[in-house]
């Protein structure tokens, strides 16, 4: 029984993902599971010592921590984006970018599609929510969003997007923008059917998945760039 509680633990040890701040708890598993392995060599040692006794509390330990960081092998690595301020925005964004490798990986084509238009409105929604008196302003100057709403709540997917691009808050180059625009159509496939109008004559592909992960980088990598004079000097992340 314990040779086979040792085994699962070491085919869940590989997709534990031990985020920054859970050093604590990584050491916790190490040194648990250490003990259980040694509890494991003295009971099967001849002549076995079966007086000794695994403490149950340890085991328990062992399945809380497990539970809090697998991520299982349909996830990837777990990659911090700390340009976004809002920490329930960041958590949700880098969730779906660790699922999104996975999909892509496995030709989970509608899922990767989501799933980037999911990571890109959480960044979008967290950049435009900064520094609102800014952002309003940059959205006047686009003729096509003057008549916005001034609940930034009902801006669409396409409208943060505009505002985000070189004519607004010069977040998203040109291109990034133009591309980015088609993540409104991807998220909508969650509607079947929106799905079954927009693929009837074109269907989903496995390069359209790998087009998603590349242009969710591509706007990693600028909003990233935005952002990275303010890391440094900026105030603890919002609640």
Request: net charge negative; proline share 8%.
């Amino acid at each position: 029984m314990m040779d086979a509680f040792i085994r699962v633990c070491d085919l869940l040890e590989p997709d534990l993902i031990w985020s920054a701040g859970e050093e604590v708890s990584r050491v916790e598993w190490l040194t648990t599971l250490a003990h259980v392995r040694s509890y494991l060599v003295f009971w099967s040692a001849p002549p076995p010592t079966r007086d000794l006794k695994l403490d149950v509390f340890e085991a328990e330990q062992l399945a809380s921590l497990a539970a809090k960081a697998w991520r299982g092998p349909s996830k990837g690595p777990h990659r911090p984006l700390p340009f976004i301020k809002n920490s329930e925005l960041r958590a949700i964004a880098e969730r779906d970018l660790a699922s999104l490798s996975a999909a892509r990986r496995a030709d989970e084509v509608k899922v990767a599609l989501v799933l980037a238009g999911s990571i890109i409105e959480a960044i979008l929604v967290d950049i435009v929510s900064q520094n609102p008196t800014e952002t309003e302003a940059a959205a006047r100057g686009i003729p096509q969003l003057r008549n916005l709403p001034t609940d930034m709540s009902r801006w669409t997917l396409v409208q943060m997007i505009s505002v985000c691009g070189p004519q607004g808050l010069r977040v998203l180059s040109d291109k990034t923008k133009d591309i980015a625009n088609t993540v409104r159509d991807w998220r909508n496939f969650v509607h079947p059917e929106k799905e079954r109008a927009e693929t009837r004559n074109n269907p989903l592909k496995p390069s359209d998945a790998a087009m998603a992960e590349a242009l969710v980088e591509k706007v990693i990598d600028e909003v990233r760039l935005w952002a990275k004079p303010q890391l440094n000097s900026a105030p603890e992340s919002m609640p």
